[in-house]
């Protein structure tokens, strides 16, 4: 595309705000990408507004990121939390809220709707307003209950409406093949559908540069950075550390640490490693910021990510970047990031022994961990953000008209 055509685009994450920190309850992948997405277009020339929903009084109308994004506040239900299940009910009044800031600013050009519910909210406005509407899901509801099955808190209908969003939708932008996959099990058409995945920084996650300190008593560090919940497998890992003598499990997310204490997900995995007889060598930090994540990631000799499923999985690609090998389960976007062999280890997902097998071999070889470190900083360039904002454009390109017009200015809380 053309520098010189800039677009509008609205990026519509209605629970995962670009501004919530790394490792919060709410603060997954989605968070991240979306944030590394807008500011990559912007850079690019276009004009960006991430909209999010309220979630608190204080929370200013529009916060500027950089120039070229905005991050606007949508005041639809309480400015309080709300649980992400419970959200799809606010959805009417966040779409009707799009239209009134539409009409009073001019209409994006473009509006990429970032998981289902975001979908609800966007494309009836799209609709009468004539405006092509591009749907990523993040995760899709038919894997989720695959998984958790009765544990799944998903509203009734979600994975019907999210057929339906992706056969409504101009277009669809898939994180990896499985997702693909997916949706074809679902009867949705896939000439419209198209695989882009997520990216990395690499001006940030880079092989060189800080690094957390390293205790005496350990050998080897593995690392694990994320949210805390159960079906991120870190029970697995935990369980996997009681055979790898002399090594510590450092693991960042959940609460900060100044009430870590009270989030349930991290006295469950305290619970397993005093069970295991692992207490000791392990490093809850809680929630740590995202400046610091590279120096923890380069710090470790494996990052392991082993989650029962996973839409695609950022923390791997952040690691390889960093010249670091990564133990992930196959599954996923990892399928394709993580090459058996090359850039980490595959194991299947909840399984300790073989994931136990897989560090212990990793750990033993020096050699292969500073090649493989190696071959995953080289895999990582294909994933700058650059290159996927370039192709995310190409698709916004293929639906906007070629007189797009320019940028116009907005009002921005100081």
Not at 110 to 118: D, Y
Not at 138 to 162: C, F, M
Not at 176 to 198: F, R
Not at 394 to 403: G, K
Request: net charge neutral; aromatic share 6%; with cysteine.
């Amino acid at each position: 595309m053309d520098r010189g055509d800039s677009l509008r685009i609205a990026l519509i994450s209605e629970h995962a705000s670009p501004i919530t920190p790394l490792g919060a309850s709410e603060a997954g992948g989605q968070n991240r990408h979306v944030r590394s997405l807008g500011m990559a277009l912007a850079d690019r020339g276009h004009g960006v507004v991430i909209y999010t929903r309220r979630t608190s009084q204080d929370q200013p109308a529009v916060v500027r990121l950089r120039p070229g994004l905005d991050v606007v506040h949508v005041p639809a239900g309480p400015p309080a939390p709300v649980p992400r299940d419970k959200l799809g009910g606010l959805m009417g009044e966040f779409g009707n809220w799009l239209v009134s800031d539409w009409n009073s600013v001019a209409c994006p050009h473009v509006v990429h709707a970032h998981f289902w519910m975001s979908g609800i909210a966007a494309l009836p406005v799209c609709r009468n307003l004539n405006i092509p509407f591009i749907q990523t899901f993040h995760a899709l509801g038919s894997v989720k209950h695959r998984y958790q099955g009765t544990n799944d808190t998903s509203p009734p209908g979600r994975q019907w409406i999210e057929q339906f969003l992706a056969e409504e939708a101009d277009a669809v932008i898939a994180t990896c093949a499985d997702e693909v996959n997916e949706l074809s099990t679902m009867n949705v058409d896939g000439s419209h559908i198209q695989v882009i995945p997520c990216g990395v920084d690499l001006e940030i996650f880079t092989p060189t540069g800080p690094s957390w300190p390293r205790p005496q008593h350990a050998r080897y560090r593995i690392a694990y950075v994320g949210r805390l919940v159960e079906r991120k497998g870190i029970d697995t890992i935990v369980r996997a550390l009681a055979g790898i003598p002399g090594t510590e499990l450092v693991i960042a997310g959940g609460l900060p640490a100044a009430v870590l204490g009270q989030d349930a997900d991290a006295r469950r995995i305290m619970a397993t490693a005093q069970e295991c007889g692992v207490r000791h060598r392990i490093q809850l930090t809680g929630q740590i910021a995202a400046t610091d994540v590279p120096a923890l990631l380069r710090s470790a000799d494996l990052v392991v990510a082993v989650p029962a499923y996973e839409p695609f999985g950022m923390v791997p690609l952040e690691a390889m970047a960093c010249g670091v090998p990564v133990v992930a389960s196959a599954v996923g976007g990892m399928r394709g990031t993580v090459l058996d062999g090359v850039t980490g280890r595959q194991v299947p997902p909840g399984d300790v022994e073989a994931l136990r097998r897989a560090l212990l071999s990793a750990l033993s070889d020096a050699d292969w961990r500073r090649w493989a470190g190696k071959r995953a900083v080289e895999a990582a360039q294909r994933y700058s953000w650059t290159s996927i904002a370039e192709r995310t454009e190409d698709v916004y390109a293929r639906l906007t008209p070629a007189d797009s017009l320019t940028v116009p200015g907005r009002q921005v809380a100081s």
